[in-house]
């Protein structure tokens, strides 16, 4: 799933060890994430949106449409 | 000019899949020779076709084992084998790598211990069984701060292992066997030999899984 965790880390200007730190996950799970290896599970995106003070949908991006 | 040093740098796909499984394939054909010849020394006297295949077994997660041990204590040299992105994720992960290196030695030899045993093996019944019992006891007691200290992505990695590993037992164990029709004359040595595939299997899968990630 595409995302914009980097541009949000980078905004804060953490590497991806310190968000790995503060988010009690390895650095290779930021980097599957922000490579679009690994889609986190909901409690870790949570974290993610909570940690940045945006919501999940800004963070991971879908671009399903509800069909009417 | 940058164009010249791209296409010199050599591609990620060599550095991170071919040289280690060369390096993987030569290590892991020269242990397997070196466990055939110890087969069939005269101190052993050869053993039978499952429990050879323990012994076999054995020695890769005992060469495995080590070779994360290794790596682990020399991460600029185990970056080269291991399936890690660089150095500093061994330098990282060194508490859970040394833990599972020493889980999986210990596992290998619990194995080889059981696949040894008399009467076709060398080893007395009792001492093989403490040494397959003890090993595989400690092993799974330090694997435990493994599991505890894996994160989301690691646990998704070994759920999908196992899953795959799965479908290889049964496509490659589970064919071989109903192809055969084997009916072992030792059924101890053949669950022996069942799980130490499964293993390898579960073994096999994880690098694929984590090669993914």
Known sequence: ????????????????????????VSRQ????????????????????????????????????EPVE | MMTEEKSRETPKWVKKLLIPALIGAVVGFCASMAALQFIDSPAVGGLGKSASIAVLVAVLYIVVGLGVWFG?????????????EDADELREQK?????????MTLWGAALLALALAAPDGPLPQGAALALGAGGLVIGTV??????RLSDELMRAVNLEAGALSYGLMLLFAGGRCSRTSVTPPHPHRSICSLC???WCCWRVSSSWAAAAC
């Open chain 2, 142 to 147: 330090l694997s435990i701060p493994v599991y």
């Open chain 2, 95 to 103: 508490k859970v790598l040394t833990s599972s290196g020493a889980a």
């Open chain 2, 196 to 198: 130490s595939t499964w």
């Open chain 2, 72 to 84: 682990t204590a020399s991460p600029g040299v185990g970056a080269r084998f291991l399936n890690v």
């Open chain 1, 1 to 24: 799933m595409e995302n914009r965790l980097k541009h949000y880390r980078d905004a804060k200007g953490w590497s991806q060890g310190e968000l790995a730190r503060r988010l009690g």
């Open chain 1, 29 to 64: 799970t930021i980097n599957a994430v922000e490579t679009d290896k690994y889609d986190p599970s909901l409690p870790l995106a949570l974290r993610m949106a909570r940690l940045f003070g945006v919501g999940v949908p800004d963070i991971f991006i879908d671009h399903w």
